[in-house]
Antibody, heavy 121, light 108 residues
C-alpha cells in the first residue's frame, strides 16, 4: 500500500541546518505532489511548502522563504526538506504529506510518520 | 485567508452528537476544504475532502457540509476512538494551504 516513511529524529544547534527525507512507496512517485507541514509541541499544523515531484518545482510559505529548500530524487522516490538558520522555535514535528486530487478536490491523503527536529544549544 | 474553528474544546460523552465549525474570513471553494483527525502521537488522518466527501475507510458517522465561508464537521454518534483533535484545511492562492487552529474533542 502507499506510504511515506520519514527519516529519524534530529537534534541541531541554533544556526545549523537540517535535512529531512520522505521516502515514498506503493504508488507512482511523480504522479503526486508532496507537501511539508510542521507542528510545534502542543500546537497546530503549519504549512511550509510543497514540491511538484514530476517537475521539481516548489513553492514555499512566506514564513520560510529564504530558509527552506524542497527537492526530490525521483530515482529513489524520495523528497527532501532542508531548513537552514535553525532557531529554538523551529523545534517541531515535521511531516510530509501526499496530495490527492479527486476531480476538482484536493487533500492530503497519506502522511509520513513525522520527524522530530529539536533545536537546542 | 484565516480559518477559525469553534469551539476550541468540545466536551461530550460517547453516543452524543458532535458539531464542529470552521469559518473562513473570505469565501473558499468547497472543493478545497478538508477535515483531518489527529490523535496523540499520530500523524493527521484525512476524514473529509471536498467539504462533504468521506475519505476511504472513514465511517459514515462522520459527515461534512458547508459552502462559502461556513463549514461543519458532524460526528453523529461519538465512539470512544473519536476523541481527538480535528483540523479543517483549505487550499488558496496565497498561502497555498491554511489550517484552522483545531478543535479538541474530549470525553466529558
Amino acid at each position: 500500500q502507499a506510504q511515506l516513511v520519514q527519516s529519524g529524529a534530529e537534534v541541531k544547534k541554533p544556526g545549523a541546518s537540517v535535512k529531512v527525507s520522505c521516502k515514498a512507496s506503493g504508488y507512482v512517485f511523480s504522479g503526486y505532489s508532496l507537501y511539508w507541514v510542521r507542528q510545534a509541541p502542543g500546537q497546530g499544523l503549519e504549512w511550509m511548502g510543497w514540491i511538484n515531484t514530476n517537475s521539481g518545482v516548489s513553492e514555499y510559505s512566506q514564513r520560510f522563504q529564504g530558509r527552506v529548500t524542497m527537492t526530490r530524487d525521483t530515482s529513489i522516490t524520495t523528497a527532501y526538506m532542508e531548513l537552514s538558520g535553525l532557531r529554538s522555535d523551529d523545534t517541531a514535528l515535521y511531516y510530509c504529506a501526499r496530495e490527492e486530487a479527486v476531480g476538482p478536490t484536493r487533500a492530503f491523503d497519506i502522511w509520513g510518520q513525522g520527524t522530530m527536529v529539536t533545536v537546542s544549544s | 485567508l484565516v480559518l477559525t474553528q469553534s469551539p476550541g474544546t468540545l466536551s461530550l460523552s460517547p453516543g452524543e452528537r458532535a458539531t464542529l465549525s470552521c469559518r473562513a474570513n473570505q469565501g473558499v471553494s468547497s472543493s478545497y476544504l478538508a477535515w483531518y483527525q489527529q490523535k496523540p502521537g499520530q500523524a493527521p488522518r484525512l476524514l473529509i475532502y471536498g467539504a462533504s466527501s468521506r475519505a476511504t475507510g472513514i465511517p459514515d458517522r462522520f459527515s461534512g457540509r458547508g459552502s462559502g465561508t461556513d463549514f461543519t464537521l458532524t460526528i453523529s454518534r461519538l465512539e470512544p476512538e473519536d476523541f481527538a483533535v480535528y483540523y479543517c484545511q483549505q487550499y488558496g492562492s496565497s498561502p497555498s494551504v491554511t489550517f484552522g487552529q483545531g478543535t479538541r474533542l474530549e470525553i466529558k
